[in-house]
């Protein structure tokens, strides 16, 4: 199965968004995702809404997959930036076809989270950058 969102976000930074979605920062993007723990830039342990997973990060052209290594649906998902639609897209999929109506909704719940977190993010790094130019500016 797929579940799919975007955030509007015209000229995005490809390599500012890969920046911002590291292990560390995994809580602070995903509301979903309560504890983190890095073991190293790339692979964390994670409590989220479905329990305890071990985590990996991968960069890719456009952005960024993780996936649970150990999760029994095989979740993963991808934070990627579409230029062409300047809208980050937040995919993620399970592997199977059909499963049960409160998965589907707490997999709904987890990529919505993903989208929020994300904008948010985005939007206090923009107020940052206004707020720093605003003080060099008038000091």
Sequence with gaps: ME???QV???GLDIAHLKKILTINNLADLCASISVITPVNEIKGEIYCIW????VKREELRY???FSLL????ALAWTVTFDEAGQNIIIHCTIDKIETDADFVES???FVSDWSNGIA????CA???????KTAESSG
């Excluded at 948010?120 to 939007?123: D, H, I, S, T, V």
């Excluded at 923009?126 to 720093?132: I, K, Q, R």
């Design 3 to 5: 579940f799919f969102n």
């Design 8 to 10: 509007h976000n015209p």
């Design 51 to 54: 329990g305890a997973f071990y």
């Design 63 to 65: 952005g960024v997959r």
């Design 70 to 73: 150990n999760c029994p649906h």
């Design 107 to 109: 997999i709904h719940e």
């Design 120 to 123: 948010n993010a985005l939007q």
């Design 126 to 132: 923009s107020t940052a950058d206004t707020h720093g």
